[in-house]
């Protein structure tokens, strides 16, 4: 399967904090984008980082990529009680077939 | 709200009935995809459609039935399914297909069979 990896599964913090979710891949990609999932709803996406970028800033998400170790992070600053959702890494292979293969997902949980 | 509209939100059906999911754009996006998910697992793709051609379709068993009517529409065609394919099945869209856009998906379509 070319399904990436997230860590954590689940993560709770207060609001205010930080969040880190972390992706790992299995293949050469193309791009590799961040979306989040409220419960019961589509997913949004959030960021793209394509696979000559090392880092990415959008508002409060801060992504970095590392082709070498295949790997992404995704930084949620100042966080909200509004960012409690499904986050999903998203990654666009190189292989001709042109799917996008979706991560395992982190649940954030933000408590005011 | 967003800019696939998918209908109906939800549909209850059984085994034997003939039913289909609806999804329509006006984004000018010439790709189009179905996914489904599980509950807590991530979307994982059936159908993909590059102008108006079913391009890619990922070993979905033959009682899911594709349709891209027009460059704004795309329908899923459903019959005699199995109570394992309850699911959420979410379009989305994007420019082309492979390129560096993102999709923009719909609010899905919660799909219980009996």
């Known amino acids: 399967s070319q399904q990436g990896e997230e860590d954590p599964q689940a993560l709770s913090i207060q609001e205010g904090e930080n969040a880190t979710m972390n992706c790992s891949y299995k293949t050469s990609i193309n791009n590799l984008q961040w979306y989040r999932q409220n419960s019961g709803r589509g997913l949004v996406h959030l960021i793209l980082?394509?696979?000559?970028?090392r880092e990415k800033h959008s508002g409060r998400l801060r992504v970095t990529l590392d082709t070498s170790k295949k790997s992404s992070s995704l930084l949620i600053t100042a966080s909200r009680a509004a960012d409690t959702a499904s986050y999903f890494c998203a990654t666009l292979d190189q292989t001709g077939a042109n799917n996008l293969f979706f991560g395992t997902g982190t649940r954030l949980t933000v408590i005011p | 709200d967003t800019e696939v509209t998918q209908t109906p939100k939800h549909l209850v059906m059984g085994m034997t009935n003939k039913k289909s999911l609806k999804c329509e754009q006006h984004m000018g996006h010439r790709a189009m995809y179905w996914y489904k998910q599980k509950a807590k697992k991530p979307p994982e793709l059936m159908f993909v459609?590059?102008?108006?051609?079913?391009?890619i379709n990922e070993s979905v068993p033959s009682r899911f039935s594709p349709e891209c009517p027009n460059s704004s529409l795309l329908n899923l065609h459903l019959h005699a399914l199995q109570p394992e394919d309850s699911a959420l099945y979410l379009c989305?869209?994007?420019?082309?297909?492979?390129?560096?856009?993102?999709?923009?998906f719909g609010d899905g379509t919660r799909l219980s069979i009996l």
């Open positions: 980082i394509r696979s000559n970028e």
């Open positions: 459609y590059s102008y108006e051609k079913l391009s």
């Open positions: 989305a869209s994007s420019q082309v297909i492979g390129s560096n856009q993102p999709q923009h």
